[in-house]
């Protein structure tokens, strides 16, 4: 049963910031009480109606409590009662999905970063399918895909490929597709027919601000350098890759798909930030004991969190035990939200469970 009074403090809260918004002093504060408004707005509607839908419950108890009502009409309470209850107890799970404590990451765009991993030429053209399927899904959600580095694979596909996909929402859609995944399949160049193994490794990256990561430019070193192509092949004459060494923590990025050496600066600068702003999400998520769900590895066969299996034409996520036989949809992106919606879910309840256990 959820708090009566906290539900009535937070349609009191909704009302106050309405009010506040037509005489807000200056722009910033109206933007602020915006977001603050506009976050609220899907929880005040669910509790607006759960609590209709009560009041009506309230209505047809007394009907059934009442002496003078006829046996007609008490039982017709009884039926809608039942239907009631049973809207009401969805209504209560909405509301405490809503109420569950936000990542501040998920409204944020996202930076994916997509790697063959073993399996050789089958996993480079693996990893090729696995980026056009996020490709193709951020375009269904309306997001704009920007690749910022790519490192062609001989046979096709990927050996690395990183892009920005920028749109609100996407870290919250897109998190959980951070691991291993593993294709099976038989390769085109396999005469024999027999089924391959390899992987790719996925990593998703809430797009950080500098508001969010501040990188001094002492714990930074910048190196410029010739960027080549393929072979050796030399892309321009002038040193205008850039390779930033994050002395701190280690970290290296590397930028030379631009001609200018500032615009390759400036992408590296935003995946450095980036990777240093998961970094310390994951270690304040470590200290509350929260470890984050689909952590990336090495790329080894073992290691995964989802299979596709192209003979059997089905795709299995492993920390769900949820298997959809789909994979023509899911691996072309317009399948991919039952996936992603079942591990929202799962997500969700799993908070869900911690909260109730810590009441």
């Known amino acids: 049963m959820i708090d009566p009074d906290k539900l009535n403090r937070l349609l009191s809260r909704h009302e106050a910031i309405e009010a506040e918004m037509s005489s807000a ?3 910033d504060a109206f933007v602020r009480l915006s977001k603050e408004y506009a976050d609220l707005n899907p929880v005040v509607a669910v509790i607006r109606d759960l609590q209709a839908n009560s009041q009506e419950r309230a209505g047809l108890a007394e009907i059934i409590a009442d002496p003078d009502s006829d046996d007609e009409m008490i039982e017709m309470a009884r039926l809608e009662t039942g239907e009631l209850d049973e809207k009401i107890q969805k209504l209560e799970q909405s509301v405490k999905v809503l ?3 936000k990542d501040d990451a998920d409204d944020k765009s996202v930076i994916i970063e997509v ?7 089958e996993a480079a053209l693996f990893a090729g399918d696995l980026f056009r399927m996020y490709n193709r ?4 959600n309306g997001w704009k895909v920007e690749i910022m580095s790519a490192s062609d694979a001989d046979m096709g596909g990927y050996k690395e490929i990183i892009a920005g996909i920028n749109g609100k929402g996407a870290f919250a859609k897109l998190k959980f597709e951070s691991g291993v995944h593993r294709v099976q399949r038989v390769p085109e160049t396999e005469s024999g027919g027999r089924i391959h193994t390899s992987a790719a490794t996925v990593a998703v990256l809430p797009e950080a601000e500098e508001v969010d990561v501040e990188i001094a430019d002492k714990d930074i070193r910048v190196d410029v350098y010739r960027a080549s192509g393929p072979g050796g092949q030399s892309v321009n004459t002038t040193d205008s890759a850039v390779r930033i060494t994050h002395l701190p923590t280690g970290l290296i990025v590397t930028q030379q798909d631009e001609k200018s050496q500032h615009k390759n600066r400036a992408k590296a600068m935003k995946v450095l930030r980036s990777r240093l702003y998961e970094q310390e999400r994951q270690r304040l998520a470590d200290e509350r004991a929260a470890s984050r769900k689909g952590q990336v590895g090495s ?3 073992s290691e995964r969190i989802r299979t596709y299996n192209y003979p059997q034409g089905r795709v299995s996520d492993h920390r769900i035990n949820l298997t959809l036989y789909k994979l023509d949809r899911i691996i072309a992106g317009d399948g991919l939200d039952e996936m992603i919606d079942a591990l929202i879910t799962d997500h969700q309840a799993a908070l869900l469970a911690d909260l109730e256990a810590d009441t």
């Not at 790697?115 to 030429?121: E, N, S």
């Not at 899904?137 to 269904?140: N, V």
């Open 25 to 27: 002093p200056d722009p």
């Open 99 to 101: 109420l569950l404590p």
């Open 115 to 121: 790697r063959a991993g073993t399996g050789g030429d």
């Open 137 to 140: 899904y951020a375009d269904l």
């Open 299 to 301: 790329g080894d066969r």
